[in-house]
């Protein structure tokens, strides 16, 4: 590496949330409205540029606590974004994170320092968003459509005990399909994603709705 090559100079980091929920049946995504350049006055992800004493991670935290108040948020990383004019000012790295949460449970912080608003959108009704978040937030989209058989993402949904119906009306909305319930439950219970808690409630007229919980 030769440290003066003029070809290194100017790069930076960007970090960037995809932050996801399912509300009354609804797949949305937190978006914020920026209060400064580039881009004043448009939505977009949450995010911001990494500090030279961080790490992505740890920015990544910071930014999301700065911007929408939230805390421990889990989050996953999902790409890498590098296009060189991704970003007017500078050449600017975006790294893609994916969290998941129960909007319900959680405070959005409305207005910050950098920000105008903050509100969940959508997911068919997402504006046209700063940078490159449009296209981020599709690849998000994509790869949580995976992650939801595969891991226990949508932990941080159902924080409580859920029933199987609870469960699967979310993944109907994630994945913008219905599903069949009985092959749900069983691909659920097949991949070890969920575990019976013991717990059941009367339905009036109806069977008692089993509880369960992610492993």
Known sequence: ?????????????????????????KFKVLLIKRDNEPFKDRWSLVGG????????????????????????LKLTFFDLFSKPD??????MLGVG???VIDCDRVEILKKTT??????????????????DHNEIVEAAIEKLKELIFDTDILKELFTQ?????????????????????RNFRKKM???????????????????????????
């Open 1 to 25: 590496m030769q440290i003066n090559n003029p070809l290194y100079k100017n790069q930076g980091i960007h970090v960037i949330a995809s932050i996801f929920t399912v509300k009354d049946g």
């Open 49 to 72: 540029a990494c500090y030279r004493t961080e790490d992505v991670m740890t920015a990544m935290k910071r930014e999301v606590k700065e911007k929408t108040g939230l805390k421990n």
């Open 86 to 91: 991704r970003c007017s000012l500078m050449r």
């Open 97 to 99: 994170y994916i969290g």
């Open 114 to 131: 950098k920000t105008k608003d903050a509100d969940w959108f959508d997911i068919d009704r997402i504006p046209l968003l700063a940078y």
């Open 161 to 181: 005990n859920f029933t199987l119906p609870e469960l699967h009306k979310a993944y109907c909305a994630i994945l913008g399909k219905a599903i069949d319930r």
């Open 189 to 215: 219970l097949a991949e070890n994603l969920i575990v019976p808690t013991g717990l059941e409630e009367d339905v009036t007229g109806k069977k008692k709705a089993k509880f369960y919980k992610f492993v």
